[in-house]
């Protein structure tokens, strides 16, 4: 049986197109950007062209765009950079998040938490979705220091509300931060339309290398540097850059643009799947998220009366990830899918199936039928 890979979510293969560009790095280009000789002007040129890069695919100005080691740095610097800003009213210590978001949001705020800031954590509904009147309440309640909602839910594919959260914050004179690591390149990602102040970019989940991100900080928006030292990065990131990868950032970013128009044919793979896993098990599997406002290539389920580890164990060679976890016999629950009330009985069955640019329609063919199989073989 041939290797399919459906975990696009959890990672992605690194594009030829992004593999090329940062071949010249390894082999000639090895001057520091920040020296003023021959050997550093094509580190330095392109450096600022990555950076003019992943600006474009934002809809951004490439001055607002910092480099990052990937989505959970830029969102610890976010959030901790917000914090310890010099400028923040030490009144506002309310920190909001909703109950779906990233451990790699979660814990810089649970950090803070020791140094006096308070959670403020806003429900979803059955969808996964949060309700922009639920974070407006937060802001009346005043003290607010940062709001932080991400783009998409990174297990259902949930998409939130984020320019009508946005709206309401700039209302209230708070910065909103999102951490887009599951849309940029799969949905538009403009920070314009979302009306954010800080938007965080993994690199590995949309075909760059591992190790290397950005975090979008609106002009005038003001935060503590990440790490101390030189200027680099206008002073909010020290250490010398890493061209190879920045690099490679900004051509998966450009890549990214010219691959949005077509992500209708994703989209129609992950319905092809989605139909066919309801002809074979009817009322017996589960959507999880939203049926419309959701990533164009993530689907999760729930096969109801299975766990999802026994689901992919009678997959071969099929690479997709469980709702849960299973340790010594006991089934660990998504915090997502039990944040949205699913019941633990269906919970305990999801699945998440996400797709890539890489995907064919005869590897979801091939999927269904080895469900198929399975499913005729426990019905037996």
Partial sequence: ?????????????????????????????????????????????????ARAQVAALLGAQPGEIVFTAGGSEANNHAIKGIWFAPRRDPRRTRIVISAVEHPAVVQPVRFLERLGAEAAVVPVDGHARVDPAAVERELARGGVALVSIMHANNEVG????????????????????????????????????????????????????KGVGALYIRGGV??????????????????????????????????????????HEIRALREQLWTGLNEIFGAKIVLNGHPEARLPNTLNVSFVGRTGADVLAALDGVAATTGSACHSGSVKLSPVLEAMGVDPAVEKGAVRFSLGRETTRSEIAAVLKQLADAANRSSA
Avoid at 239 to 247: K, M, P
Wanted: aromatic share 6%.
């Fill in 222 to 263: 003001a935060l503590e540097p990440f790490v101390h030292g030189a200027g680099h990065e206008a002073g909010r990131r020290a250490g010398t850059e890493n061209v190879l990868l920045n690099v490679a950032l900004g051509a998966a970013c450009e890549l990214a643009q010219a691959w949005l128009p077509r992500m």
């Fill in 158 to 209: 949930t998409l939130q509300p984020i320019a009508e959260i946005g709206t309401l914050c700039r209302a209230a004179g708070v910065p909103f931060h999102t951490d887009a690591a599951q849309s940029v390149g799969k949905i538009p990602a403009n920070v314009e339309d979302l009306k954010v102040d800080l938007l965080s970019v993994a690199g590995h989940k949309l075909y760059a290398p």
């Fill in 1 to 49: 049986m041939s290797r399919i890979y459906l975990d696009y979510n959890a990672s992605t293969p690194v594009a030829p197109e992004v593999r090329a560009a940062m071949a010249p790095f390894l082999a000639e280009h090895f001057g520091n950007p920040s020296s003023g000789h021959w050997a550093s002007a094509p580190a330095k040129h392109a450096l600022e062209r």
